[in-house]
């Protein structure tokens, strides 16, 4: 009867997990500028649709950092751990909303985030998106996971932790563009290139995999000085975010020769050619996900 019971406990969990996606998205209706259902339902617009899974994905990740990644859920400890579950919420949607602005007005910058996904059924600015939000996720994940001893420096960390991610994606939109032949936003935004969406997309996702690595565990540790600890682990999480964006922008262009030897892979971008998109969003993305594991995550 144990062992039922044990199979039964995350089911409050689960629930109220997809209560607060629902909430979460009644949310982004209310603040949109669109009517959602209409667009999601009689519209069938996939790039509306693909947005919105990267903002759900990514307040579920936050949800898991929020109840602290719990294996072995009781029923004794279902009210501590909603406790954390509306902690999380209050905190990841605010944050998720914020980074969907952060995205409109600095990292898609030269066109509108939401006429290209909403009027233009513009994959490839979802796509940009939808990475972009999980990889916030990702950090907003990692951050809750660190434990301190009041919710005050919770809430420190967390948002500290968030402007620093949100900095770093921001220096690595503007290393990837340096780093490729053809004009990044005109690519995505004039030509609705899904092809060039689907990689930046991706670098994005796989960059937030190696944020989260950085600042998974920063907790106080019984510090005397917490917030000047909490600084130099910002740091370290901000250097090892640079040396992730040089490191997947180094290893996606070797991987790109040795795949796709005989042609060129912004040629191919610039030719809306999906295929080898996605096989570069795969590297990224093992690439991400093994600096990852090195930390131990």
Known sequence: MEKYLTLMAPLPLI?????VLWLSKLVYQRFCSYRLTCELTENDNPAVGLYLSGYLLAIGLALLGATRLEKDISWHYIEETFFHLGFGTLVAVPLMLLAGVINDRWLLYK???TKEIVHDRNLGTASVSCGAFIATGLILMSSFIGVRTTWQQDVVAILATYVVGQAVF???GFLFQKSVAYDLH????????????????SFLAALGLVMSAAITGIEAQAQTDWLFWLMRQLLFAAIAGLFGIIVLLTVG???AKLIFWR??????????NAAVALVLAAV?????????????I
């Open 284 to 296: 990224y993305l093992i690439v991400g996900l093994v600096i990852q594991a090195f930390a131990g």
């Open 15 to 19: 629930i109220g997990v997809v209560i």
């Open 186 to 201: 005109y690519e995505i935004g004039e030509r609705d290139n899904v092809s060039a969406g689907i990689m930046f997309g």
């Open 170 to 172: 921001l220096a690595g």
């Open 253 to 255: 262009m070797a991987m």
């Open 111 to 113: 066109f509108s985030v």
């Open 263 to 272: 042609v060129s892979l912004d040629s191919e971008v610039q030719q809306k």
